[in-house]
């Protein structure tokens, strides 16, 4: 897992596989995707566009095993300062971390890393996934 940032105006950074390779490895029903868009809360004084942020969580299903103990295969970010947030969670994402790794860490506030350990809705729920409020 090699951590890449894109240093673009709106900034993207990733680490482990994206959604569509892990499909081609694991297959569809192997991958839970948990995902957000989301508006820094830097961005409320400046009134820049609402929920123009995102962040993707890929984790890798196990059968007979709670979504807590599935592994995170991929980590995508695109929003301000994605290249100091991905160089955290990038050690992580080496070190074996889960879904529950992430869920029961406590995230620094106010900050936009927080908002990774906040992805709680799958793409397979249909939920919307945009966030709103703090």
Not at 5 to 33: N, R
Request: aromatic share 10%; net charge negative; hydrophobic share 35%.
């Amino acid at each position: 897992m090699i951590p890449t940032t894109v240093f673009t105006p709106l900034e993207y950074s990733c680490c482990g596989l994206p959604e569509e390779k892990a499909i081609d490895i694991y297959g569809t029903g192997q991958i839970e995707v948990f995902h957000s868009y989301f508006q820094p809360l830097e961005w409320t004084v400046a009134h820049r566009v609402n929920n123009a942020c995102y962040a993707k969580l890929i984790t890798h299903k196990q059968p007979n095993k709670h979504e807590d103990e599935w592994p995170i295969i991929g980590l995508h970010y695109l929003g301000p300062h994605a290249g100091e947030i991905m160089q955290g969670y990038a050690v992580a994402l080496k070190k074996g971390a889960t879904y529950g790794d992430f869920k029961s860490t406590v995230g620094i506030h106010p900050t936009v890393a927080e908002e990774i350990l906040n992805l709680d809705i799958t793409k397979s729920s249909g939920v919307d996934p945009t966030r709103t409020g703090c």
